[in-house]
């Protein structure tokens, strides 16, 4: 059941004890401002249609709880407590008064991560949008391609990573975590009643990869050898899981997604041992996180990183998330895409559209080319006779490309993008929405301070 609240509160609605208020140049209040919390709050009480069950925590509790842990990059454990400590965060949150009592367990911030998906974020961020820019709804221009309205405004957009948080990924050391796995399922299969049992020879696998792991430098050749010892024991320890299976063993469901993953993995670790290679088709380089990918980036940092692979787009100061995936993919086919929903937003297309070398193959500049967008960029192959670049265009250009590079590092540095900690596939989709949320949100504060130190400026003045 959901309990939705049909008026959006304000400050002074806010109970405090005798003698305390609160102040409204407090950020948390700011922030709050920003937010349309009614019109979110009833579309998010639509997706509940049960009228039985314990009444679900309101939109404004779970979405005010991952913005506040998504700024100050905290546990589950910490948001909730600093929300039960500090008023301005209980306003924020929604919350009628202050209170000392906790606001919800902090198991609850999993289900709050499940909940708001990305989809729901992205309507989230349109609405902050919507609101911040006066917007009442999204302009579509339902017109011929004859009287096309004139293009207009600028499009930037570019890829990254978001790193999650898992261990290097190194062969050896996969395969001793999938042997160590295996050991453990048969322990949890194995029952007295069936007798000695089967040989698994842990010690030795054991003495054999702490041989390796120890030693400060290891050769290519030492390294071989022993992934070929835990390749035999893993493969020993899978043919006994078999043969408990067969014998009519169950295993709990998580212990046969575990089970199918390391035979995936033993799959591919056999195929790049055998044909020396570190390359194969789907890699898997965590155990428990499989749908992490290698994103091959070529950065001074980081050759390659392991997470979700993203698009952005920046137009009049604003973020949205274009696209975002596990595997890797070529951002340059998702150009149209993402130029088609900027023409749905504002009714035209963009006159500029500002992006890498890589997004300039022939179907986007041909796109491009037929309805009079500018895509910034070298000419493809050898440039024509004559040909002298406007190098004044060409440096703003790069100057305003610029924006999306800074959002970018904004988000990896202050909202949780640099490194996703959230372990199920879902919620660090959700991590990775949140952060483009909370951008917008901060450049709409930033926005808001400006004009309220030039107010004051030309008061004095006058």
């Known amino acids: 059941m959901y309990k939705y609240l049909s008026k959006q509160m304000g400050m002074m609605d806010f ?49 005010g709880a991952l913005l506040i842990q998504g700024e100050r990059k905290i546990s589950d454990e910490e948001v909730r407590l600093q929300i039960q400590e500090t008023p301005c965060l ?111 020879y842990r010690k030795n696998a054991r003495r054999d990869y702490m041989k390796i792991a120890k030693k400060r430098q290891r050769t290519a050749k030492e390294i071989r ?72 980036r070529g950065k001074a940092k980081a050759k390659c990183e392991f997470g979700a692979k993203l698009d952005i787009s920046v137009s009049n100061g604003f973020v949205r998330l274009e696209h975002s995936s596990f595997d890797a993919y070529n951002e340059s086919e998702n150009l149209i895409e993402i130029i088609e929903r900027y023409k749905e937003r504002e009714g035209r297309y963009p006159e500029r559209v500002l992006a890498d070398q890589i997004y300039r193959n022939r179907d986007n500049l041909n796109f491009c080319k037929d309805r009079k967008i500018r895509l910034m960029g070298k000419p493809l192959g050898r440039p024509p006779k004559g040909y002298a670049p406007d190098k004044k265009q060409t440096r703003k250009d790069e100057t305003d490309r610029i924006e999306v590079e800074r959002r970018f590092s904004h988000a990896k540095g202050s909202f949780g993008l640099g490194l996703i900690r959230t372990k199920l596939k879902e919620t660090s989709e959700t991590a990775i929405a949140l952060s483009v949320v909370l951008l917008n949100i901060a450049y709409i504060g930033r926005i808001l301070h400006t004009l309220f130190w030039q107010r004051k400026y030309s008061r004095c003045m006058a």
């Not at 096309?148 to 062969?171: F, H, K, M, V, W």
């Not at 160590?180 to 299969?189: A, C, R, Y």
């Not at 009519?248 to 790049?272: A, H, N, P, V, W």
């Not at 290679?277 to 789907?282: E, I, Q």
């Open 225 to 296: 050898k022993a992934i070929k010892k835990q390749l035999g024991y893993v493969q020993r320890d899978l043919k006994i899981l078999d043969a408990y299976l067969q014998s009519g063993k169950q295993l709990s469901e998580r212990d046969m997604e575990r089970l199918s993953t390391i035979k995936t993995l033993f799959e591919q670790q056999l195929y790049m041992f055998t044909n020396r290679t570190h390359t194969v088709k789907d890699r898997i380089v965590s155990i428990s996180q499989p749908w992490v990918r290698p994103i091959v």
């Open 15 to 63: 109970g405090m004890p005798l003698g305390m208020k609160l102040d409204e140049s407090n950020r948390w209040v700011k922030k709050a401002n920003t937010i349309p919390w009614d019109e979110i709050e009833h579309r998010y009480a639509s997706l509940f249609s049960s009228e039985v069950g314990n009444v679900a925590k309101p939109l404004r509790m779970a979405l």
């Open 90 to 200: 209980q306003y924020f949150c929604g919350l009628p008064e202050y209170t000392e009592e906790p606001p919800f367990d902090a198991s609850l911030m999993v289900h709050f991560r499940k909940r708001l998906t990305p989809e729901i974020l992205g309507e989230v961020n349109e609405l902050i949008i919507a609101k911040a820019t006066g917007k009442q709804e999204v302009v579509t221009a339902d017109v011929d391609d004859d009287s096309e309205p004139p293009n207009s405004g600028t499009l930037i957009t570019d890829s990254t990573c978001a790193p999650q948080n898992i261990r290097y990924p190194q062969d050896l050391s996969l395969l001793n975590e999938a042997r160590e796995n295996l050991e453990g399922i048969i322990d949890k299969l194995h029952t007295p009643s069936d007798g000695k049992k089967p040989r698994t």
